[in-house]
């Protein structure tokens, strides 16, 4: 693995805090030109290793260069993570060439809040403060797919999330709901939620599906009968650990794995 800092002088940055890096995890044979960008869960508090690395390997072992963003968390507040996000999407899409893949599949990734993040990233286009202060700022900042694991859609589907993205006034809250901000022009999605998730209800899933929907944009949805919030790679839950394989389907299905 290879640590990339996303900037020189990454813009909100607060001395003491965390230095948002992205993860490079290269396969060791390369079976693909596209690429995914892993964001991982934990409430916008906290990252869960086991969303990020557990992911990467998985998508090294299908000849996926792939890559972890550790995005800023709490105390950090919006816009901070997206603007991560979206520097880590512009930041793979200028050195494309260098990391062997194809600027237009870039899919991004996430588990839970992460989920949140890279769904945001698909829909919320407005400029965000931040942004500009070098050439890699003027690239396309949109992914090109997106791969959601039981996320976080609106404030309804975990309050906490969205406290700790934008406090406790939650200003701007409605702005940053994915549902809403689906056009005909968001990525294609993967989604997966289990049926039992406790802490994220699926409802607010089958609520965003319904949006792409409405807009024609390509889905795939797998609702697995069983269990719990946070099961990553779900290695304990049989009838749920076969999304990975589900998952690597549709990557080959839309042209990111030869």
Known sequence: MEAIKLWDDAPGYVEGSEIPTLEYYKAEECRADGTVIICPGGGYGRRAPHEGEGYAKFLNSIGMNCFVL????????????????????????????????????IAIMGSSAGGHLAATAATYTLPIAGEGKDEIDKVDFL??????????????????????????????????????????????????????????????????????????????????????????????????????????????HIGFIQ
């Open 70 to 105: 550790e995005y800023r968390v709490a105390p950090n507040r919006f816009p901070i993570p997206l603007l991560d996000a979206r520097r880590a999407i512009r930041y793979v899409r200028a050195n494309a060439e260098k990391f062997g893949i194809d600027p237009g599949k």
């Open 143 to 252: 992914p090109n797919a997106q791969i959601l694991c039981y996320p976080v859609t609106d404030y309804e589907s975990h309050n906490g999330s969205y406290i700790n993205l934008l406090g406790q006034s939650l200003a701007g809250v409605d702005k940053l709901n994915p549902i809403r901000n689906v056009t005909p022009k968001t990525p294609p999605a993967f989604i997966w939620h289990t049926e039992t998730d406790a802490l994220v209800k699926v409802e607010s899933t089958l609520k965003y599906v319904a949006a792409l929907h409405t807009q024609n944009v390509r889905c795939e949805l797998h609702v697995y009968p069983e269990g719990y919030h946070g099961l990553g790679l779900a290695e304990k839950f049989p009838s749920v650990a076969r999304w990975s394989g589900d998952l690597a389907f549709w990557l080959k």
